[in-house]
């Protein structure tokens, strides 16, 4: 009896192959099995090829693929800060906490060229890298990605957006300041309704 109660087998000690380990069960010997034929797994149908790659023929798309709103700002502001502002800073100058401790100063997203640039570009570059940049499509589902972009554009509107693209209501919340000509200081982006890029 006590030979055979040593012969159990508990959850935590499972039979189980370790990755591109060998079996014989298969007549190819792969553990390690392909997916079958003609089939998705679920949540990767990826049907809607520009959501999932900001691009059209190859091009970068200049919209996003649905209305931006509040809540899709905020969202992008909370994955922004988290996974790019350590080198991109909250201002999305360059700045970040990484960079001024030794890490290769990224371009700030307030230059002309990046200004000009459409938002597929930004989700590709957040999708795949650019330079020093990793991809973050791992760590950033797509949604999160376009959220994201459409932050970064807020940012941009936040920074150079003249006293005539506010509303009235907008202007009387800014600190008075005397012949001011842009918006630099406010710090809450800019209503969705401004964003470069309507939906499609």
Same mark, same amino acid.
């Given at each position: 009896?006590l030979l055979l ?45 520009y959501f999932y ?89 797509? +949604?999160?990605?376009? /959220? ?5 554009? @807020?940012?941009?509107?936040? *920074? ?5 693209? !506010?509303?009235?209501?907008?202007? +009387?919340?800014?600190? /008075? ?5 842009? @918006?630099?200081?406010?710090? *809450?982006?800019?209503a969705p309704k401004? !964003? ?5």
């Open positions: 009896m109660a040593g012969c159990r087998q508990d959850m935590h000690d499972q039979p189980r192959y370790k990755p591109l380990a060998q079996s014989d069960f298969f007549a190819d010997q792969r553990s390690a099995r392909a997916p079958v034929e003609g089939t998705v797994a679920r949540g990767h149908l990826n049907d809607d090829t790659t900001g691009k059209v023929s190859g091009q970068a798309g200049e919209v996003f693929p649905y209305p931006v709103n509040a809540a899709m700002l905020a969202r992008g502001q909370e994955r922004f800060n988290i996974y790019c502002s350590p080198c991109h800073s909250r201002l999305g100058d360059g700045n970040g906490m990484i960079v001024q401790r030794g890490l290769k100063h990224p371009p700030s997203y307030h230059e002309e060229r990046l200004r000009k640039s459409p938002p597929g570009y930004f989700f590709d570059v957040i999708s795949n890298g650019f330079g020093q940049m990793q991809d973050y499509s791992y760590q950033i589902q797509p +949604a999160d990605r376009w /959220a994201i972009v459409a932050y970064i554009r @807020a940012l941009q509107l936040s *920074q150079g957006a003249k006293l005539y693209d !506010l509303t009235p209501a907008e202007r +009387a919340q800014l600190p /008075a300041a005397p012949m001011a000509t842009t @918006a630099k200081a406010v710090a *809450q982006p800019m401004a !964003l470069k890029g309507e939906a499609r």
